[in-house]
């Protein structure tokens, strides 16, 4: 009887050892669990570049932001001659004076579905976005997603170019866009702050 008692006593005690331990291990456990995020949220840099100043701004965008960068790239390259904008017959000047234009774009974004929030980024021609973007922003169902557009310029304002996306967007939210020529990082960084 006593031995039945004193296997009884040891067994309990040991169970009131374990429980504490037990205990620390499932904190420990839940302490280093990846933490679940409420909303999944991604985010694509897509830009049109004709000369590189695009590119070097979409590159710090994707950066600060952890963005996936995507280059939209044109089914016909755009020359020199193409982007000459005191030639009223240039084709760049043509297309940015006729909106109904919609170059064809050569690649295309992969699960474009995806992504929440799209930052849009081009240089300004005669005051507004080149066609293409139109041709890109048409190419995908962009009914909800947040577009953030940027741009560089060689002298335009930023004149009617959200207008003018609006109108292949229509369902889509817009942040105010800006042109970002010559901003470093840390100004970027404060122009994506200032969005939220």
């Known amino acids: 009887m006593r031995t039945r008692?004193?296997?009884?006593i040891t067994a309990v005690l040991l169970l009131a050892?374990?429980?504490?331990?037990?205990?620390?291990?499932?904190?420990?456990?839940?302490?280093?669990?990846?933490k679940q995020e409420t909303v999944n949220s991604k985010i694509l840099v897509a830009y049109f570049s004709a000369?590189?100043?695009?590119?070097?701004?979409?590159?710090?965008?994707?950066?600060?932001?952890?963005?996936?960068?995507?280059?939209?790239?044109?089914?016909?390259?755009?020359?020199?001659?193409?982007?000459?904008?005191w030639n009223e017959i240039a084709r760049g000047t043509r297309e940015s004076k006729d909106r109904s234009t919609r170059p064809e774009i050569a690649n295309n974004v992969d699960n474009f579905e995806r992504y929440d929030t799209i930052y849009l980024g081009f240089p300004i021609w005669w005051f507004t976005a080149p066609t293409i973007i139109n041709t890109f922003l048409e190419s995908y169902d962009t009914e909800g997603k947040t577009i953030v557009p940027f741009a560089t310029s060689g002298g335009s304002s930023y004149g009617d170019t959200e207008k003018d996306l609006r109108v292949?967007?229509?369902?889509?939210?817009f942040k105010?866009?800006?042109?970002?020529?010559?901003m470093d990082e840390q100004q970027i960084r404060q122009w994506i702050k200032s969005l939220k």
């Open 176 to 182: 105010p866009g800006k042109v970002l020529n010559g």
């Open 5 to 8: 008692l004193n296997t009884i």
């Open 51 to 85: 000369q590189g100043h695009t590119k070097a701004v979409a590159e710090k965008i994707s950066s600060i932001t952890g963005g996936e960068l995507f280059e939209i790239t044109p089914m016909n390259i755009y020359t020199e001659e193409d982007l000459d904008g």
């Open 168 to 173: 292949s967007a229509p369902k889509a939210v």
């Open 17 to 34: 050892m374990l429980i504490p331990f037990a205990s620390c291990s499932a904190k420990s456990s839940s302490g280093n669990a990846p």
